[in-house]
């Protein structure tokens, strides 16, 4: 079973009916035991990283996530969630986030381009995560902040929107986007897939 984590934020039901689609049994759940018994996870979240965060902590789930990352369990971070595992963000920055990756999340730097970078933009990857979807595949993006690690090995996939952008991070047990598969047609559920498969 495949749970995404509801912690009041995130688009719930387009990222289940997602995971369905893509030939998985999921489950939405803010409960803590269900989460631990999920074979993998899925953590969306959408809008402001302190309001996601702050929404995790009511939930005492920051914790549960944490711990279940550490015992190896496969997480997929989708959009906020993505910039959650990082230690803080511009955009709220007395609000730390869960600190699973060193470095920060900045808001981005596009000189006369219009920020949110929304819509569909096209990745550079390199990582096992993106095979089966061929050269320069475009997703759909709504963002206004980008993860910059510290270690930039973690970095599986940019974007280019007047500078270059964190589209993707990986290590390990950890997988994690900044665009949103579920809106993204055929290549979103490719990724989907690749990540269910993932041991």
Wanted: charged fraction near 25%; include cysteine; hydrophobic fraction near 40%.
């Amino acid at each position: 079973m495949i749970a995404v984590i509801d912690y009041g934020v995130g688009n719930l039901f387009s990222v289940s009916k997602a995971v369905e689609a893509s030939g998985a049994e999921v489950e939405v759940t803010g409960d803590a035991d269900r989460i631990r018994a999920a074979e993998k996870l899925i953590l969306p979240g959408v809008g402001a990283f302190g309001d996601c965060m702050r929404n995790l902590r009511a939930a005492e789930l920051d914790g549960v996530i944490v711990e279940e990352i550490e015992r190896g369990k496969p997480l997929m971070g989708i959009c906020v969630g993505l910039q959650i595992l990082f230690e803080g963000s511009e955009e709220s920055p007395d609000e730390p986030g869960l600190g699973v990756f060193k470095g920060r999340v900045r808001r981005i730097r596009a000189e006369h381009l219009k920020i949110p970078h929304m819509g569909w933009n096209f990745i550079r990857t390199s990582d096992g995560m993106f095979d089966g979807i061929g050269e320069r595949p475009y997703f759909y993006f709504v963002h206004s902040y980008h993860a910059v690690p510290t270690d930039r090995s973690l970095i599986a996939a940019t974007t280019d929107y007047g500078e270059e952008l964190t589209a993707a991070v990986a290590r390990d047990n950890i997988f994690a986007v900044q665009f949103h598969p579920e809106k993204s047609g055929d290549v979103g559920l490719r990724v989907l897939r690749n990540f269910m498969g993932r041991a």
